[in-house]
């Protein structure tokens, strides 16, 4: 019962108050695998440090850098970035100006990670993800749209698209109109759902158009 109240109002707590840190001077190595810490909240109206809770857990070196981070969370975060690119086509359906044409783009996708914690296994002690894992998976997204035509589902007559199967041309259908905003989005989604540190993907379609998509 304590313990479902504890992972129910202080995660809560602390995200309402947005002081919470914790107490570095008072952290006990148990073993290289246990870890046990005390946590204050900072009080609002009296202006000081309470002693609001004692936690006390195990915390496995195989345990994801979001686990280890989720309620230690201190000053510190560690950030890194990886990018990739494709060369793809598209058309903005509806739109009254020169990109209602196709036309194509060399996009660069940036995405973003941050970690209140560093992975603890044997491979990838020290790190907050292994940059390979990382630039492997994003190669994979941006692989799968490098020259080809993304196009909106419904915005190419049937017709059309026939034709431009039996060209066996590269054809990626996607569910939304495929601006910068929206692709930024779309890799944001697809990536957080194997990766939940990342918070933030940026897409380029020049060099001095950038649109982002990021966590609150």
């Known amino acids: 019962m304590f313990l479902s109240l504890y ?5 809560v707590t602390a995200r309402f108050l947005q002081t919470a840190y914790i107490d570095k001077d008072k952290i006990v190595h148990y073993t290289k695998e246990a870890v046990m810490r005390t946590v204050r909240l900072y009080h609002p109206v009296l202006k000081q440090n309470q002693d609001c809770f004692f936690v006390a857990f195990l915390r496995l070196k195989t345990g994801s850098a979001f686990m280890q981070g989720l309620f230690l969370r201190g000053d510190t975060m560690y950030y890194i970035t990886s990018e990739a690119s494709f060369d793809g086509a598209h058309f903005l359906r509806n739109y009254s100006g020169k990109c209602r044409n ?3 783009h060399h996009w660069l996708v940036r995405v ?13 002690d020290g790190m907050l993800n292994d940059f390979g894992d990382l630039k492997k998976t994003l190669k994979d997204l941006c692989d799968y749209f490098d020259h080809s035509l993304i196009y909106e589902a419904g915005s190419l007559r049937k017709s059309t698209l026939a034709c431009l199967a039996a060209e066996e041309f590269l054809l ?14 779309y890799f944001y989604d697809t990536l957080q759902a194997k990766r939940s540190e990342i918070y933030r993907v940026e897409v380029y379609e020049t060099p001095a158009n950038c649109a982002a998509y990021e966590a609150q």
């Open 102 to 104: 196709l036309h194509g």
């Open 112 to 124: 973003h990670m941050r970690s209140y914690a560093l992975q603890r296994d044997i491979q990838t």
């Open 7 to 11: 992972f129910l109002i202080v995660p």
């Open 172 to 185: 990626r259908e996607v569910p939304f109109r495929p601006t910068a905003e929206n692709l930024a989005k």
